[in-house]
């Protein structure tokens, strides 16, 4: 099974891992099995994990059919691109914890997105994820490292 990205820990620290995905197999590293990781520092990590909260919070109320409370975080960073926070809540009845979550999210994300593009990844590895695959109890071992 593939996971395209995610946090996970390798040697006592953070990590943000992607798959490595190309259409020419030239080396072995570019099969569905393998990634690159990227350290965090803790500040960035702790952004992630602000994050992580509001993905779990939104796939519950995915889950149980209350969307309209929160917005999907891919959905709104589209529309936060051209409208600002004032005209997308402006005439719906959404509590205000609820526009300050979703804007404290889009704001993460755009930092977490900025430290990765200027940050060049440390390891390539192959991952075996197991547990439950839902995003929330799931592990990676990470096999054949290779320093970059």
């Known amino acids: ?59 519950n109320k995915f889950n149980k059919k209350l969307l309209f409370e929160i917005p999907h975080p891919a959905k709104y960073a589209e529309i936060r691109k051209i409208l600002t926070v004032d005209e997308i809540f402006n005439d719906k009845d959404t509590e205000k914890d609820i526009i300050e979550l979703t804007e404290k999210n889009y704001r993460n994300e755009i930092i977490i997105n900025e430290y990765l593009k200027n940050s060049k990844p440390v390891y390539k590895a192959r991952g075996t994820f197991f547990g ?17």
């Open 1 to 59: 099974m593939t996971i395209i990205e995610g946090i996970a820990g390798y040697n006592d620290r953070k990590y943000y891992f992607n798959c490595i995905f190309s259409s020419d197999a030239v080396d072995n590293w570019t099969d569905a099995d393998a990634y690159e990781l990227t350290l965090l520092d803790d500040y960035i990590f702790g952004l992630t994990l602000e994050n992580w909260e509001y993905w779990r919070n939104w796939l």
């Open 132 to 148: 439950k695959i839902n995003g929330m109890d799931t592990k990676v071992e990470w096999e054949n490292v290779i320093k970059i």
